[in-house]
């Protein structure tokens, strides 16, 4: 946070993001100023037990317009895939939730990572504009080669986006619950993860 790029921006950027795996230039996700933070400084995980990542669809809290994306995404389970990859792979020190979820902190309008990492919230207005964007793309954009034809659909596209979306924010959350040191852009890094990822 602050969350400052416009939609169009985020637009191009979920596209670019998909297709042909650039770096999201999202702005103000990783706003939280951790220069300075030594390896290993800061609470020790504790050996036995590792935290464990959730998936939580706060239903009640997604408005009607908002509910087929939110069906969309959940009914994929890319969502779960990220964290069961998360959760066999890694030794986390603090549990994590993630929130698909209408009631999110002031100011929060897309997918974000709170500054301790151990919460992901994910407004369903933010799948909305995803699924928006790409309903835009496959009327106006001609698929690029490597892309299978059967895959460039709207949900397709949107799951696929949502995907490397929530890629970047796990990374964001693997950095600060494992206080691993940034030698560049954390945004960059959270790129990086999702790229791995995906
Ligand atoms: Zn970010």
């Given at each position: 946070?602050?969350?400052?790029?416009?939609?169009?921006?985020?637009?191009?950027s979920?596209?670019?993001?998909?297709?042909?795996?650039?770096?999201?230039?999202?702005?103000?996700?990783?706003?939280?100023?951790?220069?300075?933070?030594?390896?290993?400084?800061?609470?020790r995980?504790?050996a036995?037990?590792?935290?464990?990542?959730?998936?939580?669809?706060?239903?009640?809290?997604?408005p009607?317009?908002?509910?087929?994306?939110?069906?969309?995404?959940?009914?994929?389970?890319?969502?779960?895939?990220?964290?069961?990859?998360?959760?066999?792979?890694?030794?986390?020190?603090?549990?994590?939730?993630?929130?698909?979820?209408?009631?999110?902190?002031?100011?929060?309008?897309?997918?974000?990572?709170?500054?301790?990492?151990?919460?992901?919230?994910?407004?369903?207005?933010?799948?909305?504009?995803?699924?928006?964007?790409?309903?835009?793309?496959?009327k106006?954009?001609?698929?690029p080669?490597?892309?299978?034809?059967?895959?460039?659909?709207?949900?397709?596209?949107?799951?696929?986006?949502?995907?490397?979306?929530?890629?970047?924010?796990?990374?964001?959350?693997?950095?600060?619950?494992?206080?691993?040191?940034?030698?560049?852009?954390?945004?960059d890094a959270?790129?990086?993860?999702?790229?791995?990822?995906?």
């Amino acid at each position: 946070m602050p969350y400052t790029a416009s939609q169009s921006h985020r637009a191009r950027s979920t596209l670019a993001g998909v297709l042909v795996l650039v770096g999201l230039t999202v702005s103000g996700c990783g706003a939280e100023d951790d220069a300075g933070q030594a390896p290993g400084a800061g609470p020790r995980p504790q050996a036995a037990r590792s935290g464990k990542v959730t998936i939580v669809y706060e239903e009640r809290t997604v408005p009607p317009e908002d509910r087929q994306v939110v069906t969309l995404i959940r009914d994929s389970r890319v969502l779960e895939r990220t964290a069961d990859w998360v959760n066999r792979t890694l030794t986390l020190p603090y549990d994590m939730v993630v929130k698909v979820t209408a009631e999110v902190p002031p100011g929060v309008t897309d997918a974000v990572t709170q500054p301790d990492g151990r919460t992901i919230y994910i407004p369903p207005s933010f799948l909305a504009q995803i699924e928006d964007s790409f309903a835009d793309v496959v009327k106006t954009v001609k698929r690029p080669a490597p892309f299978p034809a059967s895959q460039y659909n709207t949900d397709d596209l949107t799951v696929l986006a949502t995907e490397f979306i929530f890629g970047h924010e796990m990374g964001h959350a693997l950095q600060r619950q494992l206080l691993l040191a940034n030698l560049g852009l954390e945004e960059d890094a959270a790129d990086g993860f999702a790229s791995f990822y995906t």
